[in-house]
């Protein structure tokens, strides 16, 4: 016998009319008729409601979705959104027989794009921010000089154990920080030389002492331009290196690993780095100060028609040579802060890209002001001292 087959019920297609607006009239009213599914698919077959007619400017609106038969997000958000064009146009709006839904998605839309209504400003507000940026200023004194403790107990520990350092890891960074670093260095002190003893011939022509510009470079180049332009060139090289170094590795979980076998992160990481920009650093000044001097020679020789022969005779008689040893006293403070700062934002670093950008850029913004800082109290002090 044939097996009889399955009982299979008829399938009803659900048919659902595409969407419609029909705009009427009731004596002074306006009326928009809303009928059939609202839902996305549907909408982008018929189109997705936009514009506004002419006629409804000034007056009443209702709008009335007693035909609406389904409505999707995408749809209620579309008529909230052309009710609300409706609305800048009418004088007044009323929405009839609104699905529950579609009052829901308008309701959590209008509370999203509610702007929160502006603090009425205070008169010590200012004051407040004031105080608020300087206690943030202290705080990032006290977390430097902290640091810096930490840093100078471990340079201790390693003058009285000097095997624990790693010479290979110094001598790369002063490779890298440092001799590096002199062609920028000297072609800027080149360059500063030249600007100074334009800008001071400039100035003394008017009296006849043109011979002077060479105190002038001399002094001014000698005693401070060549360790600040050095100072400020490395501390946009090296301590946005320093950081995103030491940043990139905290990130990837390399220090949690040093201290889990035992090493000590400042004594492997800062300390080197410390002590290469400490030793190089002078010499780095000292190739500033030369290629500054040169700039200022050759400027003068050909402005000034002061021979080389009288411009080094007029530097040896007129500079004396304490100028030189003010400047250079200041190298290995501005070499220091300039690598703890650097290590320090590293170390400071969170989780994501984004906070290595963010440190990379305080390390170089704090260096160059501590820099300036440390230049203008060394001046103040020598200035006492009568040097």
Same mark, same amino acid.
């Given at each position: 016998?044939?097996?009889?087959?399955?009982?299979?019920? $008829?399938?009803?297609?659900?048919?659902?009319?595409?969407?419609?607006?029909?705009?009427?009239?009731?004596?002074?009213?306006?009326?928009?008729?809303?009928?059939?599914?609202?839902?996305?698919?549907?909408?982008?077959?018929?189109?997705? $409601?936009?514009?506004?007619?002419?006629?409804?400017?000034?007056?009443?609106?209702?709008?009335?979705?007693? /035909?609406?038969?389904?409505?999707?997000?995408?749809?209620?958000?579309?008529?909230?959104?052309?009710?609300?064009?409706?609305?800048?146009?009418?004088?007044?709006?009323?929405?009839?027989?609104?699905?529950?839904?579609?009052?829901?998605?308008?309701?959590?839309?209008?509370?999203?794009?509610?702007?929160?209504?502006?603090?009425?400003?205070?008169?010590?507000?200012?004051?407040?921010?004031?105080?608020?940026?300087?206690?943030?200023?202290?705080? &990032?004194?006290?977390?430097?000089?902290?640091?810096?403790?930490?840093?100078?107990?471990?340079?201790?520990?390693?003058?009285?154990?000097?095997?624990?350092?790693? /010479?290979?890891?110094?001598?790369?960074?002063?490779?890298?920080?440092?001799?590096?670093?002199?062609?920028?260095?000297?072609? @800027?002190?080149?360059?500063?030389?030249?600007?100074? *003893?334009?800008?001071?011939?400039?100035?003394?022509?008017?009296?006849?002492?043109?011979?002077?510009?060479?105190?002038?470079?001399?002094?001014?180049?000698?005693?401070?331009?060549?360790?600040?332009?050095?100072?400020?060139?490395?501390?946009?090289?090296?301590?946005?290196?320093?950081?995103?170094?030491? /940043?990139?590795?905290?990130?990837?979980?390399?220090?949690?690993?040093?201290?889990?076998?035992?090493?000590?992160?400042?004594?492997?990481?800062?300390?080197?780095?410390?002590?290469?920009?400490?030793?190089?650093?002078?010499?780095?000044?000292?190739?500033?100060?030369?290629?500054? &001097?040169?700039?200022? *020679? &050759?400027? *003068?020789?050909?402005?000034?028609?002061?021979?080389?022969?009288?411009?080094?005779?007029?530097?040896?008689?007129?500079?004396?040579?304490?100028?030189?040893?003010?400047? @250079?006293?200041?190298?290995?403070?501005?070499?220091?802060?300039?690598?703890?700062?650097?290590?320090?934002?590293?170390?400071?670093?969170?989780?994501?890209?984004?906070?290595?950008?963010?440190?990379?850029?305080?390390?170089?913004?704090?260096?160059?002001?501590?820099?300036?800082?440390?230049?203008?109290?060394?001046?103040?002090?020598?200035?006492?001292?009568?040097?």
């Amino acid at each position: 016998m044939p097996r009889p087959s399955a009982f299979r019920p $008829p399938v009803r297609e659900v048919v659902t009319d595409l969407p419609k607006a029909e705009w009427g009239s009731r004596d002074a009213l306006a009326v928009l008729t809303l009928s059939g599914a609202w839902t996305t698919e549907l909408l982008d077959r018929a189109g997705w $409601p936009a514009g506004v007619p002419k006629d409804v400017a000034g007056r009443a609106v209702r709008v009335d979705f007693t /035909g609406v038969e389904t409505l999707d997000s995408n749809g209620a958000l579309a008529l909230y959104r052309w009710i609300a064009a409706i609305g800048a146009e009418a004088s007044s709006v009323e929405v009839a027989a609104a699905p529950a839904f579609y009052q829901r998605v308008a309701d959590a839309y209008a509370m999203g794009s509610d702007q929160p209504p502006s603090p009425r400003a205070r008169w010590g507000d200012g004051l407040a921010r004031l105080g608020q940026q300087t206690v943030e200023t202290l705080g &990032i004194g006290v977390e430097l000089l902290s640091f810096q403790g930490q840093v100078t107990l471990s340079l201790l520990h390693a003058m009285v154990r000097p095997m624990e350092l790693r /010479g290979r890891s110094i001598i790369y960074h002063m490779q890298a920080a440092g001799v590096s670093a002199l062609p920028i260095v000297g072609l @800027l002190s080149f360059l500063l030389g030249v600007v100074t *003893a334009y800008q001071g011939a400039d100035q003394l022509a008017r009296f006849g002492a043109e011979i002077f510009t060479v105190n002038v470079v001399g002094i001014g180049v000698l005693r401070e331009m060549g360790a600040l332009i050095t100072a400020i060139v490395v501390a946009g090289r090296s301590a946005s290196a320093f950081a995103a170094q030491i /940043g990139t590795m905290k990130i990837n979980e390399e220090i949690d690993a040093m201290r889990v076998i035992g090493l000590d992160p400042i004594m492997v990481l800062v300390v080197p780095r410390v002590l290469a920009l400490g030793l190089i650093f002078p010499f780095m000044v000292i190739f500033a100060d030369a290629l500054g &001097i040169l700039g200022g *020679a &050759i400027m *003068a020789t050909l402005s000034l028609d002061i021979t080389f022969s009288q411009f080094a005779k007029q530097f040896q008689n007129e500079v004396p040579l304490y100028h030189f040893w003010v400047g @250079l006293v200041k190298a290995p403070l501005f070499a220091m802060a300039i690598a703890v700062i650097g290590c320090q934002q590293g170390l400071k670093v969170g989780q994501g890209a984004a906070s290595v950008g963010i440190r990379t850029t305080a390390a170089v913004v704090q260096a160059i002001f501590f820099v300036i800082v440390i230049d203008a109290a060394m001046s103040i002090f020598f200035s006492l001292l009568g040097v």
